[in-house]
């Protein structure tokens, strides 16, 4: 079976977690964070939980084991802290959590990021992997990055992501 016919068996109406990681951001200006749950509910997936955590090992892996532990949750993603100044250990703290990485997401999201950023790219070090039978996305937390994500990877694979790792 190929992956056009493995899509007919995605997962419609996702249950998401959105957790925004930063010192500065709130629920009234996460531009990004807000963006992510509009345009998840408007293609009729649910958004869970939504939290703003500070730049803290501690802050973050909490919420991540949480959100792990939650089972109705199928999917997390977690924007923001994911490039390379010392601030940015979104990466650092979830990757270990992750049983099964997915490779392809960062490497495509970086060459889609190319035509919209330039060689600015590189600096991303967005990721996905599998923990609990979960889908965790780790993605910049700029309007432009998330937009990329969501429109073009997430929404497209999350759904038939699911159905293998649960098939």
Same mark, same amino acid.
Not at 37 to 65: F, P, V, W
Not at 75 to 99: A, Y
Not at 117 to 143: H, N
């Given at each position: 079976?190929?992956?056009?016919? #493995?899509?007919?068996?995605?997962?419609?109406?996702?249950?998401?977690?959105?957790?925004?990681?930063?010192?500065?951001?709130?629920?009234?200006?996460? #531009?990004?964070? @807000?963006? @992510?749950?509009?345009?998840? %509910?408007? &293609? $009729? #997936?649910?958004?869970?939980?939504?939290?703003?955590?500070? +730049? /803290?090992?501690?802050?973050?892996?909490?919420?991540?084991?949480?959100?792990?532990?939650?089972?109705? @949750? &199928?999917? !997390? !993603?977690?924007? $923001?802290?994911?490039?390379?100044?010392?601030? +940015?250990?979104?990466? +650092?703290?979830? %990757?270990?959590?992750?049983?099964?990485?997915?490779?392809?997401? $960062?490497?495509?999201?970086?060459?889609?990021?190319?035509? /919209?950023?330039?060689?600015?790219?590189?600096?991303?070090?967005?990721?996905?992997?599998?923990? =609990? +039978?979960?889908?965790?996305?780790?993605?910049? $937390?700029?309007?432009?990055?998330?937009?990329?994500?969501? /429109?073009?990877?997430?929404?497209?694979?999350?759904? #038939?992501?699911?159905? =293998?790792?649960?098939?």
């Amino acid at each position: 079976m190929g992956a056009h016919e #493995h899509k007919k068996h995605s997962i419609k109406n996702i249950n998401f977690a959105v957790v925004t990681i930063s010192d500065t951001r709130t629920k009234q200006n996460d #531009h990004s964070g @807000i963006f @992510i749950q509009e345009i998840l %509910k408007n &293609q $009729g #997936h649910n958004i869970l939980d939504y939290d703003i955590i500070k +730049d /803290e090992k501690k802050e973050i892996t909490s919420k991540a084991k949480n959100l792990l532990s939650i089972g109705d @949750i &199928q999917s !997390i !993603i977690f924007t $923001g802290g994911t490039g390379i100044s010392s601030r +940015d250990i979104t990466i +650092d703290t979830i %990757k270990p959590l992750i049983k099964k990485e997915l490779p392809g997401f $960062g490497e495509i999201f970086r060459m889609l990021s190319m035509d /919209e950023i330039g060689s600015a790219a590189i600096m991303s070090r967005a990721i996905c992997g599998i923990a =609990e +039978d979960k889908i965790i996305f780790c993605i910049p $937390g700029s309007k432009g990055a998330v937009k990329l994500a969501i /429109e073009q990877l997430i929404l497209k694979e999350c759904g #038939h992501m699911l159905w =293998e790792i649960n098939r």
